[in-house]
């Protein structure tokens, strides 16, 4: 069965970091491309970042670029969203999802709530 | 950026009609466009890709068409279990970007 799971969440200051982590299983991790999708309180879906399988190819979206990073670890079956400079505009459930190929997301995690406030 | 618009917003049907929700694309996204639920407490889940093509596990009574920038995703006979957030995604270009979503409630 394939699973992702999230961790790493929680309540952060505003300026503060957090790193964000999926533990994959029940697939072979290492061939999947990997995205962070998050989704406000209360709000739609927003694609955070994508990552190649091989960790090559990185795309972020303009609200986090150089504030967020993605990467991967083959080896450990995991990804991980590394988060600076976080702002309350960042509160939200941060999802791992994964695809066969660079296009929809096939598997979903169950998500992590960040929340940034004082 | 490609702005995925959907309609209605709030669309209440009684169990056993049928269900149409649409999405538009700001630019054409050829059929590079998915459709996922989402039950409240949830992660979404993987409806339709390809804009027509079942994922693993879909019932038939969803079906997708269209192509280029207009789509559509059909609920021929709502269960209990359909009411939920449908939402549209284009991964024809990068940024991948999704509708606001339509929720479906019971009528």
Known sequence: EVQLVESGGGLVQPGGSLRLSCAASGFTFSSYEMNWVRQAPGKGLEWVSYISSSGNTIYYADSVKGQFTISRDNAKNSLYLQMNHLRAEDTAIYYCAGSRTVSHFDYWGQGTLVTVSS | EIVMTQSPATLSVSPGERATLSCRASQSV?????????????????LIYGASTW??????????????????????????EDFAVYYCQQYNNWPRTFGQGTKVEIK
């Open chain 2, 30 to 46: 050829s059929s590079n466009l998915a459709w996922y639920q989402q039950k409240p407490g949830q992660a979404p889940r993987l």
């Open chain 2, 55 to 80: 994922a693993t596990g879909i019932p038939a009574r969803f079906s997708g068409s269209g192509s280029g920038t207009e789509f559509t995703l059909t609920i021929s006979s709502l269960q209990s």
